[in-house]
């Protein structure tokens, strides 16, 4: 089992920054890879970010390219998310994941067998 916290989340003004947190805890030796999530309102959950703890591979979204780091902290067992020129569509609960599955496709929600509780991001104009 993996435990996931993610923290960080918070009231933003469009073209502020923000960085979340998702410390892991439990058999985290067994996680592949770590992903962002986010669902806003009435939509479905989309991928965001993520990143392979072996040798920091990373993946986006497009629409979060040149805006968002995924970075990742081995001896801390956590996985961080920079948010900079957030903008209101950002707005969405952001969930952590982590999958213990070798897989090529990271985006793949079902890929995901473990997730966090998630956090609040909220963005005004």
């Known amino acids: 089992q993996v435990q996931l916290v993610e923290s960080g989340g918070g009231l933003a003004q469009a073209g502020d920054s923000l960085r979340l947190s998702c410390a892991a805890s439990?058999?985290?030796?067994?996680?592949?890879?770590m992903g962002w999530f986010r669902q806003a309102p009435g939509k479905e959950r989309e991928f965001v970010a993520a990143?392979?703890?072996?040798?920091?591979?990373?993946y986006y979204a497009d629409f979060v390219k040149g805006r968002f780091t995924i970075s990742r902290d081995n001896a801390k067992n956590t996985v961080y998310l920079q948010m900079n020129s957030l903008k209101p569509e950002d707005a969405a609960v952001y969930y952590c994941?982590?999958?213990?599955?070798?897989?090529?496709?990271?985006?793949?929600?079902?890929?995901?067998?473990?997730w966090g509780q998630g956090t609040q991001v909220t963005v005004s104009s």
């Open positions: 994941a982590a999958s213990t599955r070798v897989v090529s496709d990271l985006s793949r929600e079902y890929l995901y067998n473990y």
């Open positions: 439990g058999r985290t030796s067994s996680s592949y890879a």
């Open positions: 990143i392979k703890w072996s040798g920091g591979t990373t």
